[in-house]
């Protein structure tokens, strides 16, 4: 608009002509700048929505497994930086209820958890079909087996009633480990990559749940890890 107004000073058509295109120019950019921004803000709030539906479980509203093994490696790589330990809790719905558990059931549960996570870098989520998994960054092993052990306690006390069920029991499996840096990532930590040992520490917390539903349920079970 200056350039504008200097050119449309001078006598000369010539110069007043270009002033006039500018004047026109900058009037069309100031009323098409707020359709544009409101159009960008748009976008970015779908994109924004889009990604969140990516990332959480339909049913629950909690994070999904893919959100899940996403934030796990990060947490692995970081811990591997610190020197902390890193635990899992895997939470599984006991096989006698198995046969009555329907949506309502796992809300209920998702709900519980989800007040019941609430430390900052924590992480519950739905694993699969009737296991939940949570993340906890700088746990040690007894730890992690407390708070199993109060969770387990807990859905058991506060008898989370769905459908025809009079309460939902649950068994755990903790596991922690201090986790260690491959090669790769000691040399190249800005560059993304598949990390093997986490698998390792999944596989613990799996193994544990499974010695837990096998001696009866409703109970915590620790399964030990070395990386």
């Not at 007043?16 to 159009?39: F, H, N, T």
């Not at 976008?43 to 479980?57: C, G, H, P, S, V």
Request: charged share 20%; hydrophobic share 45%; net charge neutral.
């Amino acid at each position: 608009l200056p350039m504008a107004m200097m050119l449309l000073l001078p006598d000369n058509s010539i110069f007043r002509l270009l002033g006039l295109v500018l004047v026109s120019a900058a009037s069309i950019a100031v009323l098409a700048s707020r359709p544009l921004a409101q159009l960008m803000n748009n976008f970015q709030l779908a994109q924004r929505k889009l990604l969140e539906q990516m990332n959480t479980d339909s049913v629950t509203q909690l994070a999904n497994r893919r959100q899940f093994e996403q934030l796990f490696k990060l947490e692995w790589r970081r811990s591997a930086r610190t020197g902390e330990p890193l635990a899992l809790l895997m939470l599984g719905i006991d096989k006698n209820n198995s046969a009555d558990v329907n949506e309502q059931c796992l809300i209920a549960l998702a709900r519980y958890l989800k007040s019941a996570v609430q430390r900052a870098g924590d992480l519950v989520a739905r694993y699969d079909d009737q296991r939940f998994i949570v993340l906890l960054p700088t746990t040690p092993i007894d730890e992690a087996a407390q708070l199993a052990e109060k969770f387990r306690a807990e859905i058991e006390r506060k008898q989370l009633t769905c459908a025809n069920l009079a309460g939902l029991k649950v068994s755990i499996g903790a596991a922690s480990c201090q986790p260690q840096a491959s090669r790769d990532q000691a040399t190249q930590e800005s560059i993304q990559q598949d990390v093997a040992y986490p698998a390792l520490l999944i596989k613990a917390s799996e193994q544990a749940l499974y010695k837990a539903q096998q001696s009866g349920g409703n109970q915590v079970e620790i399964e030990k890890v070395s990386v």
